[in-house]
Each structure stands twice: as C-alpha cells, then as structure tokens.
T-cell receptor, first 110, second 111 residues
Framework: AQRVTQPEKLLSVFKGAPVELKCNYS??????LFWYVQYSRQRLQLLLR??SRESIKGFTADLNKGETSFHLKKPFAQEEDSAMYYC????????????FGTGTRLTIIP | ETGVTQSPTHLIKTRGQQVTLRCSSQ?????VSWYQQALGQGPQFIFQ???????GRGNFPPRFSGLQFPNYSSELNVNALELDDSALYLC??????????FGSGTRLTVV
C-alpha cells in the first residue's frame, strides 16, 4: 500500500529563517513525488516534482530513497510562503492516482 | 486557455439525497480525476476517467459514480448521501499524466 506522511500539521518560521517541511513515503518501487501548495483562497497547485530537479520560488526537494523521504526546503523564508503544503506520491506508470499526505500549514512570522 | 471549472461552489443536501457535481476540464486535457478532501485531511482519490472510461478507482463505495463526456467534462454522482460525505470535492484534469490542474472545488455539506 502506498502512503505519504507529513508529521507536522503546523509549522511557524520567522521571515528569513530556513524552512524544512518533512515528507516520508511508503511505496514498494520508485514512485513519482510532488509537492503541491495551496495559498489562501486559491486552488491547489503544483509546486514541484522530483523528476524535474528544479527550484521553484526558492524551494527545492531532494528524493532520498534510502530514508524514503522527500523533504521540502527553502534557505530563507518569505512572508508569501505562508500556505498549506501537501506532499503527494504517484506510481511511476499507468494509473495516475495521487496519494496525498495530510498537509502542513506553514506560517511565516514577520 | 481556461482552467478547471467546478460547479456548484457550495451545496447543502439532506442525508439520503443524491447529488451531482460538475467539472469542466482544462482545454486540451483528456483525463479527469476526482478527490474528496475532508476537513483537516489531504485529498483522497475517488476515481479517474480517461477518454470517457473509468481507469482507476480509490476506496470509495459504488454509490460514488461518475461520467466523462466527449468534451472531457465530467460529473461526480453520489447517491444515498451520508453525513460523512460532507467534504470539499476536487476535480483535476491532466493530459495523460503531465501535471494536474485542480479546480477550486465544491463544498458539500450533508445535514
């Protein structure tokens, strides 16, 4: 069975401080991993996917297969980063079902 | 290019009733998925349609059913509503897996 765990429901960080949102997954194989973000009063949108290996809005996420983790990081938090963040997993081919974690609400303190 | 549009935005139904939620896919997308998001939870996969056929289903009972039309728009039908069906229902469209575009959702309240 596939599962995504986000251990922190709430996370508060001061502006300018580093941010790390934790995500651990359970899947027998090599899944695709994603981070989705939902800003206040906006729809859920893709932030980044591990196969792209890109940095979006200063965020990066490294897939660690040994620890089955896909933590989201940003070196210097900005106020506009305050949002709900969801980690999600998808099997590598065929079925496009996304399995989401329960989400972490990130609040940046000015 | 239009995004994913869901209707209605809010709905209140009585236990035992039936409901139909609608979704217009983003232009050019041929796959639509439906998710249920209960309060404080992440979205849970209900089912997915590709070219008008269901090609994936999550752990939801048969009273949750759907349709996809030739223009790739979609409906989610829920029969015999229960109080626990109260949630935000999200529709997402994609082109064969290359990124999902989510709608704003329909907030269903069952009383």
């Amino acid at each position: 069975a596939q599962r995504v765990t986000q251990p922190e429901k709430l996370l508060s960080v001061f502006k300018g401080a580093p941010v790390e949102l934790k995500c651990n997954y359970s899947y027998s194989g090599s899944p695709e991993l994603f981070w989705y973000v939902q800003y206040s009063r906006q729809r859920l949108q893709l932030l980044l996917r591990h196969i792209s290996r890109e940095s979006i809005k200063g965020f990066t996420a490294d897939l660690n297969k040994g620890e089955t983790s896909f933590h989201l990081k940003k070196p210097f938090a900005q106020e506009e980063d305050s949002a709900m963040y969801y980690c999600a997993l998808r099997p590598p081919f065929g079925n496009e079902k996304l399995t989401f974690g329960t989400g972490t609400r990130l609040t940046i303190i000015p | 290019e239009t995004g994913v549009t869901q209707s209605p935005t809010h709905l209140i139904k009585t236990r035992g009733q039936q409901v139909t939620l609608r979704c217009s896919s983003q232009s050019g997308h041929n796959t639509v998925s439906w998710y249920q998001q209960a309060l404080g939870q992440g979205p849970q996969f209900i089912f997915q349609y590709y070219r008008e056929e269901e090609n994936g289903r999550g752990n939801f009972p048969p009273r949750f059913s759907g349709l996809q039309f030739p223009n790739y728009s979609s409906e989610l039908n829920v029969n015999a509503l229960e109080l626990d069906d109260s949630a935000l229902y999200l529709c997402a469209s994609s082109l064969a897996g290359y990124g999902y575009t989510f709608g704003s959702g329909t907030r269903l309240t069952v009383v």
